[in-house]
């Protein structure tokens, strides 16, 4: 007998994460290693837990997580959304709690492009009226 395996897409800037869920005992592996060990700080490790926090399955199910691209915040929020749309699929009345806290809609903002003439996105070269 085989275990139900929910899966979910995250994408943050240029990171994207397939995360897949499954009942067990509450262990988070990204990549293979414990998610601690992949997302060094401890203020990335709560924004992973925050939607299992939310539907109280800290313990109640194992999530495994392929990640890539991007910066490590970058990973964290793509792992969050991931996690959120594989828990819709899991018991879709949780949809009222992730949607309250905002951990189902995808972050759109990206890096803004560097525009030719100029040194960056925004900035601008010096000006000198002589």
Do not use: W
């Not at 943050?12 to 060094?40: E, F, M, Q, W």
């Not at 109280?56 to 964290?76: F, W």
């Not at 969050?80 to 972050?107: E, H």
């Amino acid at each position: 007998m085989s275990k139900a395996i929910y899966y979910g897409t995250g994408r943050r800037k240029s990171s994207i994460a397939r995360v897949y869920v499954s009942p067990g005992k509450g262990n988070i592996t990204i990549n293979g290693k414990p998610y601690l060990d992949h997302i060094c700080r401890d203020s990335l490790g709560i924004v992973i837990r925050q939607p299992l926090v939310a539907v109280d399955g800290e313990s109640a199910y194992d999530v495994n997580v392929t990640v890539r691209g991007g910066g490590l915040t970058g990973q964290a929020g793509a792992i969050r959304l991931g996690i959120s749309r594989a828990l819709l699929l899991v018991n879709d009345d949780f949809r009222s709690t992730l949607k309250g806290k905002g951990y189902l809609t995808r972050d759109a903002r990206k890096v803004e492009r560097k525009k030719p003439g100029q040194p960056g996105a925004r900035k601008k070269f010096q000006f000198s009226k002589r």
